[in-house]
């Protein structure tokens, strides 16, 4: 069974920055589309940023110019760099994907989610 497991959250000052990190936990998975959304206290699940088989990204308005996803395929493992946070950008952070392991498609993967917390 394929799992995403998502790191490199934590606590940040604003203005700060983090590098999340989603990949295939003890699997060769090739990602195929991969999204990062994020749920606030409170609020409604949020899709945050996206990049597409063809490397092609797209981002929610409130975090173009500050945050950046991107693949290493070499690495199996999909990053979302989050500078200039901002205390609004407190929310757990999902990973979720749609690829391959051993010929086998999977639609839709989603990590455990990760708590990104910017104080001001």
């Known amino acids: 069974q394929v799992q995403l497991v998502e790191s490199g959250g934590g606590l940040v000052q604003a203005g700060g920055s983090l590098r999340l990190s989603c990949s295939a936990s003890?699997?060769?998975?090739?990602?195929?589309?991969v999204h990062w959304h994020r749920q606030a206290p409170g609020k409604q699940r949020q899709l945050v940023a996206t990049?597409?088989?063809?490397?092609?990204?797209n981002y929610e308005d409130s975090v173009k110019g500050r945050f950046t996803i991107s693949k290493d395929n070499a690495k199996n493992t999909v990053y979302l760099q989050m500078n200039s946070l901002k205390p609004e950008d407190t929310a757990v952070y999902y990973c979720?994907?749609?690829?391959?392991?051993?010929?086998?498609?999977?639609?839709?993967?989603w990590g455990q989610g990760i708590l990104v917390t910017v104080s001001s």
């Open positions: 003890g699997n060769i998975f090739s990602f195929n589309s």
């Open positions: 990049i597409l088989s063809d490397r092609s990204t």
């Open positions: 979720n994907a749609d690829g391959y392991y051993s010929r086998t498609y999977y639609p839709e993967l």
